[in-house]
């Protein structure tokens, strides 16, 4: 079986970064996500915010929620907000089942 690496698109936003992860996020792949949402925390000048799209995200398992939850704790200790977008049904659930709905910001669009 073959593990397609994640692709992760990163865009510049006038008060942060976005970033468009591509594939699943999984055991395999989260350590590649955490390295992008590390970097765009450390960016100077300090983004206002950083949108993770998961529009083009079909399947995300434990490992890729924990990668998150400590993007949120690395967000609230710099300062900066963490909204994530475009949860499919099947991702959305994961975050309702673990209670994590209510502690993200989540919208269905990056704009908001």
């Known amino acids: 079986m ?7 698109v990163q865009e510049l936003l006038s008060d942060g970064v976005l970033l468009r992860p591509s594939g699943e996020v999984d ?15 450390r960016a100077r000048p300090q983004p206002r ?3 993770v799209d998961l529009t083009l ?4 398992d434990s490992s890729g ?3 998150l939850v400590e993007a949120l704790q690395s967000a609230s200790r710099a300062g900066t907000e963490l909204v994530l977008c475009g949860l499919s049904p099947r ?3 994961i ?3 673990s209670r ?11 704009g908001g």
């Open 2 to 8: 073959t593990i397609h690496p994640i692709v992760i």
């Open 27 to 41: 055991m395999a792949r989260s350590p590649a996500l955490r390295a992008k949402l590390q970097e765009a925390f």
């Open 49 to 51: 915010r950083v949108v």
């Open 57 to 60: 995200v079909p399947y995300m």
């Open 65 to 67: 929620v924990a990668t």
């Open 91 to 93: 991702v959305k659930s």
């Open 95 to 97: 975050f309702q089942i």
């Open 100 to 110: 994590l709905y209510s502690i993200f910001t989540i919208s269905e669009t990056p």
